[in-house]
């Protein structure tokens, strides 16, 4: 069954450094999004990506985010300056459909630390 | 503005009783709906999720939900849970027409013992 992929699974990095978070989405899927999760707890909506550009974002992803498909095959998110309230699980999703009914499918997520 | 509200932060149930999980929603329009399940340390795992029609939308291991437009509720249920039911669930809600975002709740942690 198709799936979504993610890299690194875990990542610990210093304040202030550069991140960037890889994702594989579902290979016919057209929809891309970023959502973050802290400790277990909401998820939280980061941006949605179509065609070539991004269609939504929330109050979260400020401009020390960036997200890019570079390829025909990957989705990045960037996290330019991280700072210690970054460290959060990030999940990669896709969906075949935006507009419609399309349920989006998520990666296992990365872990992100900041220390 | 769309949100969720799942009031129960953990639902405890024991194996072979019947569960429910609560959803409600707020969305201009009408709603895509949708039940995702989350187990340690994994992703979220699409459960089931209505877009129009019955009431009653069946989904993935036994689990179903439904839809009252009236209470803006759509409700998780399971005829008999079982220990490997135990998990957080979330629920999310699209408003139609919007070609992006799910709002999601803050999840409820079903343990079934």
């Known amino acids: 069954e198709p799936e979504v992929t993610q890299t690194p699974s875990h990542q610990v990095t210093q304040m202030g450094q550069e991140v960037i978070l890889r994702c594989v989405p579902i290979s016919n899927h057209l929809y891309f999004y970023w959502y973050r999760q802290i400790l277990g707890q909401k998820v939280e909506f980061l941006v949605s990506f179509y065609n070539n550009e991004i269609s939504e974002k929330s109050e979260i992803f400020d401009d020390q985010f960036s997200v890019e498909r570079p390829d025909g095959s990957n989705f990045t998110l960037k996290i330019r300056s991280t700072k210690l309230e970054d460290s959060a699980m990030y999940f990669c999703?896709?969906?075949?459909?935006?507009?419609?009914?399309?349920?989006?499918?998520f990666g296992e997520g990365s872990r992100l630390t900041v220390l | 503005a769309q949100s969720v509200a799942q009031p129960e932060d953990q639902v405890n149930v024991a194996e072979g009783n019947p569960l429910t999980v609560k959803c409600t929603y707020s969305?201009?329009?009408?709603?895509?709906l949708f039940w995702y399940v989350q187990y340690p340390n994994r992703g979220l795992q699409f459960l089931l999720k209505y877009i129009t029609g019955d009431n009653l939308v069946k989904g993935s291991y036994g689990f179903e939900a439904e839809f009252n437009k009236s209470q803006t509720s759509f409700h998780l249920k399971k005829p008999s849970a079982l220990v490997s039911d135990s998990a957080l669930y979330f629920c999310?809600?699209?408003?139609?027409?919007?070609?992006?975002?799910?709002?999601f709740g803050t999840g409820t942690r079903l343990q079934v013992t």
């Open positions: 999310a809600v699209r408003a139609t027409g919007t070609a992006s975002k799910l709002t």
């Open positions: 969305v201009s329009g009408n709603p895509y």
């Open positions: 999703a896709s969906s075949e459909r935006g507009r419609v009914s399309g349920e989006l499918f």
